[in-house]
Every structure is written in C-alpha cells, then in structure tokens.
C-alpha cells in the first residue's frame, strides 16, 4: 500500500537525479494519456502530479519519494504535436539517457490510452524501449471510457504488435484513474518490483 508520497526534485539533466539509493520505478507515455491522473490514484494525493502539462513547458523528471523507501519517477510525456525540433531532441537526450543509464531504476511503465487503436509513437518508443532492453510493463489508461469489450479489443491488437518487440510478453495493467480500476494490482506489483 501506498502510505506517502512526497515530492523530492525535479531535473532537467539526468545525472543531476538523486543519489541511486533505492530502487526506483518510471512512468512515461504519450502527452494527454492520464499518466498525471494515474499517479495521483496510485498515490492517493490528487495534486501531486500536475495534470496535463502543455508543450513548451519545461520537460523535467520528477522524483517522489514513495513510503520512504522507493522512488516514483514522472517522466515527461512524449508525441507533442507542436513541439519544435530542439525540444524533440532534448527530450529523447534527456529520456535515453535516464532509461538507459539509471543503475537503479527496476521498471517503466509506459502508458496506453486504452480508447485508442495501437499507434506509431507509443510502438516506436517500445520499440526503442526492447532494443535497448528497458524492463518494461504496460498500463492502458482511461478504460471507463469505452465497453470492456472495446477495452480488450485494443489490448489484443496492441499486444500482438508488440509480439515482434519482446521476446516474452510484457505485464500489463488495465487502468482507469476515474473509477479507481486497477490500483489494487498496480500497487501490488509496484511493491514487489521494488522489494526484489
Ligand atoms: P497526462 O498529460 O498524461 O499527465 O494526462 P492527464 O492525467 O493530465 O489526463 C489528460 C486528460 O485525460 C485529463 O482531462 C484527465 O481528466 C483525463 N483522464 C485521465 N485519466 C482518465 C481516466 O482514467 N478516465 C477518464 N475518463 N479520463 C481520464
């Protein structure tokens, strides 16, 4: 169970993230994908992180510290349609770096809009994710949003376009930051990646 959550920095340069003391667990996604909405379920603090940041805005990666014992990182959201070449290089400097050279980081969750049918930039960035051998899970997001059936309908074809990606089939979670699905297995599996 999620008992505290507090904010600890934010960082523009990756090797400015706190000392890698414990472990650590990332969220990351499309901008507008209810990754902000998510973490305010998981943590119970409904402003904790800010919902919907708008492109032009600072990218930065969000460090909180979770029962004081693990970290929570917000990373910037990916897939602005406006974003300027200069700020789409600084976030995929800013993101490869952190992803790949974050000794304590255990899992990424990258999130999936669930109403959607599977897209290029959620497929590019697994794909980067696979080769360069990120440990990543998957979160579909906003499930109230649509019938159960339309829900796992999208799962299915995402998932089979993952197939050519990893090897073994990724954990996934269905989410819904309205209705509160979903938090209960989230956590739990959280809380086993970090104490592993
Ligand atoms: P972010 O940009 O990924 O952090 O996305 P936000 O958390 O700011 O959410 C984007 C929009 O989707 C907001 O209007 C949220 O209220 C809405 N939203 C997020 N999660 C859900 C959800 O589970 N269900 C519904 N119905 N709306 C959601």
């Not at 969220?27 to 998510?38: D, T, Y």
Request: overall charge positive; aromatic content about 10%.
């Amino acid at each position: 169970m999620i008992k505290t959550a507090n904010f600890v920095v934010s960082n523009a340069d990756p090797s400015n993230c706190p000392k890698p003391d414990r472990a650590e667990i990332a969220f990351i996604g499309r901008s507008n994908v209810g990754k902000s909405s998510l973490i305010n379920m998981l943590t119970g603090q409904k402003g904790l992180a800010k919902t919907s940041q708008k492109p032009g805005k600072t990218q930065l990666i969000n460090h909180f510290m979770i029962n004081d014992k693990w970290y929570l990182v917000d990373l910037p959201g990916y897939g602005f349609a406006k974003v300027n070449v200069k700020v789409k290089h600084g976030w995929e400097n800013m993101i490869s770096t952190y992803l790949t050279k974050r000794e304590n980081l255990c899992g990424v969750f990258v999130l999936i809009d669930s109403r959607l049918e599977p897209q290029k930039i959620d497929l590019e960035f697994l794909l980067w994710c696979g080769t360069e051998g990120v440990p990543t899970a998957l979160v579909f997001t906003k499930a109230d949003k649509q019938s159960k059936s339309k829900t796992d309908q999208n799962i299915h074809k995402f998932l089979k376009k993952t197939e050519q990606i990893f090897e073994e089939a990724p954990d996934y979670f269905v989410t819904s930051a309205e209705a509160g699905t979903g938090k209960e297995d989230l956590t739990k599996f959280l809380e086993e990646l970090v104490t592993e």
